[in-house]
Nanobody
Framework: QVQLVESGGGLVEAGGSLRLSCAASGSIFSINRMGWYRQAPGKQRELVAV???????NYADSVKGRFTISRDNAKNTVDLQMNSLEPEDTAVYYC?????????????????WGKGTRVTVSS
């Protein structure tokens, strides 16, 4: 069984910073892409940033230059450093990982999600 656990959300004033962390655990063979999505009230879940195992990154236009995603392959973790936060960044942030895991003597690739951590940016 595989699970993702996020930490680091909270309340911050506009212009402030927060760092989100996510750790994957369980019967993991390898982790391919890891990333962060967010869902604001009344809106659909959207990509924030994603990073491949090799370190290639992709960001939503709205966060480029303000957010930085990083990962530690040895620890199966992914972080999101969020600077210059804006009220529009207020959302529940979800960790995502594309994980190849052990299952009944085989390996399978599945998408996994954390339960989410809330980020609130006050104006």
């Amino acid at each position: 069984q595989v699970q993702l656990v996020e930490s680091g959300g909270g309340l911050v004033e506009a212009g402030g910073s927060l760092r989100l962390s996510c750790a994957a655990s369980g019967s993991i063979f390898s982790i391919n892409r890891m990333g962060w999505y967010r869902q604001a009230p009344g809106k659909q879940r959207e990509l924030v940033a994603v990073i491949t195992r090799g370190g290639s990154t992709n960001y939503a236009d709205s966060v480029k230059g303000r957010f930085t995603i990083s990962r530690d392959n040895a620890k199966n973790t992914v972080d999101l450093q969020m600077n210059s936060l804006e009220p529009e960044d207020t959302a529940v942030y979800y960790c995502y990982a594309d994980i190849t895991h052990y299952s009944g003597g085989y390996t399978l690739a599945d998408d996994y999600w954390g339960k989410g951590t809330r980020v609130t940016v006050s104006s």
